[in-house]
């Protein structure tokens, strides 16, 4: 493997497409360290070491997932404060519009200029979600106790006029989500690997020193909290790291071969068809499921909180609901695994067409052997997909839950924890194996070896 990285330096072409997106990632570094004009940063400091105090609190876990998403830049409210998450969620929602909506599904399929209209589209889409949550992160400095409770503040996170700090603060993050979407683009076109997805990875993998930090402290200090945490467990910490990273590796790779017989076709001197496979992927959804689960989760406790302090009838009801979806608590866990579950088959539903890909194969003179082409087929991918999903899906609940029981039991803090799982691990992994896949084609195609003896790493597509 270490030969194949040095390989990679010999080609010209692939050495200049590493340097540029190595160039693209500083400029996004540079970015999420720059704080927005008028942020008051020693006072927004204090609050967010406050609100992060107990990583147990809703508030807190919030917070902390959206400074690691960020890359620190929320520490400081940067100009990169949203990132490219915006974009992301304008993908996600065009994707899940696109098959439901018959205009857009006809766009689609006009080819590469349909395409180019859907992502035409999902850029307006993205303005449009700047707009909402460039707004929402301006109310939260200008009224923290508005969003996140609590007492007002003696000192205000911001200079100047509250109207101009929201209009300027919204053109600003706004401003910088689009060109962090622009930069991604030119990283996929003239760098390595895809490039949204490598914009996301470098703001997480920027968190990991604070998190090895933290737990050296750990491991160095006689306690932590109420549970003492001595060298050992950060030994025996390492080794569950390895295992959860290497099933996660597993999770993204793992895909179920049906067999496929192609009819052999001749084209000039070569002959096509054939025995293949359809291969269909054990994590389908990726990442989707754990995003939309997440997001949906930090609906509830503030409506039941809000609704204890000012609906007089049912204040015990809505107290003890707003209690059961606490971050720490068992039913906000249970729930949180139930939304998951659900959001992968709901992606897998919408995403993944049998009687398409039955009527593909009937066009192209395929067939899976014992199968009989048509509504057959389609039943058959539609049931082993089905079969599939359900053990992705279940082992995707476990690695997402994981996380949040180790924080919880063990008093770990959340940036320590999260890098055990859930959303940052599977991101880091999934964009990890695509970015060496497409490092290892061109070792291939330039009769160079892979970073595999055997085998071919397998990449996947975004997240």
């Given amino acids: ?119 035409q589209y999902t850029r307006y889409l993205t303005i449009l979600v700047c707009i909402v949550q460039g707004v929402l992160a301006a109310l939260a400095m200008v009224n923290p106790e508005k969003i996140f409770g609590g007492s007002p503040l003696s000192t205000p996170l911001f200079w ?62 006689q306690s932590t909290g109420a549970s003492s945490f001595k060298p050992v467990h950060l030994l025996i910490l390492l080794m569950v790291f390895a295992a959860v990273t290497a099933a996660t590796i597993m999770l993204c790779q793992g895909v179920r071969r049906v067999p496929v017989q192609m009819a052999r076709k001749s084209i000039g001197n070569q002959v096509q068809g054939g025995a293949t496979y359809l291969p269909l992927k054990v994590n389908f959804a990726g990442v989707m499921p754990i995003i939309f689960a997440g997001a949906i989760m930090m609906i509830p406790r503030p409506v039941f909180e809000y609704l204890s302090q000012h609906v007089s009838f049912g204040k015990n009801t809505w107290t003890a609901l707003a209690s059961w979806f606490n971050y720490d608590a068992a039913g906000y866990t249970v729930t949180y695994g139930l939304l998951i579950m659900a959001f992968n088959f709901f992606w897998v539903a919408t995403q993944f067409n049998p009687l398409q890909i039955s009527e593909n194969l009937k066009r192209e003179s395929g067939y899976i052997p014992g199968i009989r082409p048509g509504q057959p087929t389609a039943d058959f991918l539609d049931t082993t997909m089905t079969r599939v999903t359900f053990g992705g899906a279940f082992f995707l609940m476990l690695l997402a839950l994981f996380p949040m029981l180790l924080a919880n039991s063990l008093n ?29 084609s061109h070792l291939t195609m330039r009769n160079y070896d892979g970073f595999l003896r055997k085998g071919r790493l397998h990449g996947r597509s975004g997240f």
């Fill in 412 to 440: 770990i803090p959340f940036l320590v924890a999260s890098l055990f799982g859930g959303t940052s691990l599977l991101i880091m992994v999934g964009v990890t194996l695509d970015t060496m896949s497409q490092m290892e």
């Fill in 160 to 221: 100047g006029n509250p109207t101009v700090f929201v209009i300027m603060t919204v053109l600003v993050l706004t401003c910088t989500t689009m060109i962090f979407m622009w930069l991604g683009e030119q990283i996929t076109e003239r760098g390595i690997g895809n490039g949204v997805s490598i914009i996301i990875t470098i703001n997480i993998i920027s968190k990991v020193p604070q998190a090895v930090v933290q737990l050296c402290q750990m491991a160095m200090s």
């Fill in 1 to 119: 493997m270490l030969k194949a990285f040095w390989n990679v330096l010999k080609i010209k072409e692939l050495r200049s497409r590493l340097l540029f997106t190595a160039g693209i990632i500083v400029l996004v570094r540079l970015a999420d360290n720059i704080p927005c004009p008028g942020v008051n940063s020693k006072a927004l400091q204090g609050y967010l070491e406050a609100q992060t105090a107990n990583a147990g609190e809703t508030a807190g876990g919030i917070m902390s997932m959206l400074d690691i998403f960020s890359g620190g830049a929320l520490q400081q409210f940067a100009l990169g404060v949203l990132g490219i998450m915006p974009y992301i969620t304008a993908s996600i929602i065009m994707q899940l519009l696109t098959p439901v909506v018959p205009s857009l599904e006809k766009i689609q399929r006009d080819g590469e200029s349909g395409r180019a209209k859907i992502s």
